[in-house]
Structures are given as C-alpha cells and as structure tokens.
C-alpha cells in the first residue's frame, strides 16, 4: 500500500492547516462526526458507524497528489457554485480570486491507494447535504455520499510514514480477524494534523471498511 511521503506531506498540510494547527496537536477544525460501536482503549482501536458524510474528491492518480489536493482546496476556499459566504473553521491562506461559497475545513483529510481509485477526499461540515453541497467548478472533482459507513479504526501517532502505516495496518487486521470482523475494503489512510505538530501529539489512522 502506496502513503504520502514526508516530502508530499509536508506542502499538502502546511498549505491546509497552516493556522489551524499548533506544535500541541490543536488542529482546529470540525472532525467528522460518527457513532461509537466498539472500543478497545488498549490498542487504540474503534469500530465506528458514520452516518452520512459527504465527501469532495480528486484523483491522485491522473495528476499525483499534490495536485488532487490543490485542486480540493481551490474547491473549500470558493471555486464551487455559490454566493452565500461561511466562514472557514480553519483560516487559511490562498488565493480568492474567482471567490464563491466558502467551505468550513473538516477533519480527518482521507487517501485511499486502491489500484484504479487513487483518491483523496476532503469530508464536508456536518450540516451539508448532496443537495445543499456546492457544484464544483473544477468538473474534474466529484460529489459523493457515504452512508452507514462502518469501519474500524486505529489511532496512532508520528508520521504516516510507510512503515508506520504498514505496522499498524497490520495490528488493525490481525484485531479484525481475532474479533470475528470481514474487512470490506483496503486500508486507507487519515491525517488530522498539519506537519507543525509534533509528531508524538499528532493524530493519524488507518481505516478498514467491515461488514
């Protein structure tokens, strides 16, 4: 499984969080709501239902990630449908030319590395719907809504380095098998925090759909 370098990660989240974020691990922004299924507060693991979220993808495949994120957050910060201005949970600093609807920043960030569905997904604030989601402007981004999304879900700190993920990835799985889960799809991955964090306060997960 494909994660994001240090050297991609970096510009991604210095752009996305750049004073949202703190060394203490603050990240400042809405996080997606879900409801708790399962919890073992030993292995830092959750079973999680989301309800419904909706989601503004790119994909990393065509044009690499750091264009997929360029263009999501050209997408929050106006280039979408709109007139009605909101004001960003996470103040950040682009350019607002063109500018439309502006989209609060919800955490966590999602990356999925299947083969054929390289995509990164930003999670819209709560109260928006399909039908209330601002059209994009950019035709190259789709609208999405997941419901009943259950997964389980491990939290760890440092980086979302390659081994980091693997490890953990690894002790998701093997918990899954050991508690009688099937896993509906591959691992992705989820980053709460901006690079100013320290890596021992940062939040990162690995995510497994299950049935």
Known sequence: ???????????????????????????GVESAPYTLLKADTSQNIE??????????SANMAADGRNSAF???????????????????TAPVIMDTANKGKEIA????????????DSMMSFVMPKDFTLQTTP????PELMVTELN?????AIQFSG?????????????LQAWLSANGYTSKSAPIEA????????????????????N
């Open 70 to 88: 360029r263009k999501l957050f050209k997408y929050i910060g106006g280039e979408n449908e709109g007139a009605v201005s909101i004001a960003m």
């Open 135 to 138: 059209k994009p402007t950019n």
């Open 148 to 152: 009943d999304y259950k997964v389980a």
């Open 1 to 27: 499984m494909k994660v994001l370098s240090p050297r991609v990660w970096l510009p991604l989240f210095a752009a996305l969080l750049t004073t949202g974020c703190s060394v203490f691990g603050d990240n």
């Open 105 to 116: 920043m919800t955490a966590p960030v999602f990356m999925s590395n299947r083969p054929g």
């Open 191 to 210: 980053g709460y925090n901006g690079p100013l964090t320290l890596p021992m306060l940062r939040r990162n997960e690995v995510l497994i759909e299950i």
């Open 159 to 171: 980086t979302l380095s390659r081994s980091n993920v693997a490890k953990h990835t690894e002790l």
């Open 47 to 56: 079973v999680r239902n989301y309800d419904s979220m909706i989601l503004v």
